[in-house]
T-cell receptor, first 110, second 115 residues
Framework: DAKTTQPTSMDCAEGRAANLPCNHSTISGNEYVYWYRQIHSQGPQYIIHGLKNNETNEMASLIITEDRKSSTLILPHATLRDTAVYYCIVRLFGNEKLTFGTGTRLTIIP | DSGVTQTPKHLITATGQRVTLRCSPRSGDLSVYWYQQSLDQGLQFLIQYYNGEERAKGNILERFSAQQFPDLHSELNLSSLELGDSALYFC??????????????FGPGTRLTVL
């Protein structure tokens, strides 16, 4: 699985959009981009995934660049409950394990 | 609530001992995964079972073993415990193989403390 690079930490004001970047410059054509988050010491929670098209669900949007070397997770209206560590994971289709990096610690400021 | 249950929530034991962690997957999920989260190593994949068979192995120590039973619940056995085994152990489940995407649902974890 390709490696990912994320900023160690970020702050975002409550109510604003939180944009979390992820670099995955060695991604290959059949690798998907996944985002999970972990609130405090709870089990990680799936957010969204994509291959090459932008994706949106009720939690977030995922923007993948045309060359697929980077992506951005967007939480449109951040709330205090979005404070968590966010993990960007690149995973080969058919490979079911998740390889977690160090993630981005997102703090939502009231 | 992810639908994945893990017991016990907390476990305190001594070095050299053996413990068993239990996981019940979501109803209908055939795959079970075990992950370890320690302060120095982060979240690491240990092992996966699919419908009773071992499917993938990660950085699981030889002192650790797992199995998945016919009712699909899984147990992770940790033996000859060392101080460094203190960690959060997460179980996750998913529908299984053969589909494009396999979202994993994580349980609340078992916090193991080895004294």
């Amino acid at each position: 699985d390709a490696k990912t690079t994320q900023p160690t930490s970020m702050d975002c004001a409550e109510g604003r959009a939180a944009n979390l970047p992820c670099n995955h410059s060695t991604i290959s054509g059949n690798e998907y981009v996944y985002w999970y988050r972990q609130i405090h010491s709870q089990g990680p929670q799936y957010i969204i995934h994509g291959l090459k098209n932008n994706e949106t669900n009720e939690m977030a949007s995922l923007i993948i660049t045309e060359d697929r070397k980077s992506s951005t997770l967007i939480l449109p209206h951040a709330t205090l409950r979005d404070t968590a560590v966010y993990y960007c994971i690149v995973r080969l289709f058919g490979n079911e394990k998740l390889t977690f990096g160090t993630g981005t610690r997102l703090t939502i400021i009231p | 609530d992810s639908g994945v249950t893990q017991t016990p929530k907390h476990l305190i034991t001594a070095t050299g001992q053996r413990v068993t962690l239990r996981c019940s997957p979501r109803s209908g999920d055939l795959s079970v995964y075990w992950y370890q989260q320690s302060l120095d190593q982060g979240l690491q994949f240990l092992i996966q079972y699919y419908n009773g068979e071992e499917r993938a192995k990660g950085n699981i120590l030889e002192r650790f073993s797992a199995q998945q039973f016919p009712d699909l619940h899984s147990e992770l056995n940790l033996s000859s415990l060392e101080l460094g085994d203190s960690a959060l152990y997460f179980c996750a489940s998913s529908v299984g193989r053969g589909i494009t995407y396999n979202e994993q649902f994580f349980g609340p974890g078992t916090r193991l403390t080895v004294l």
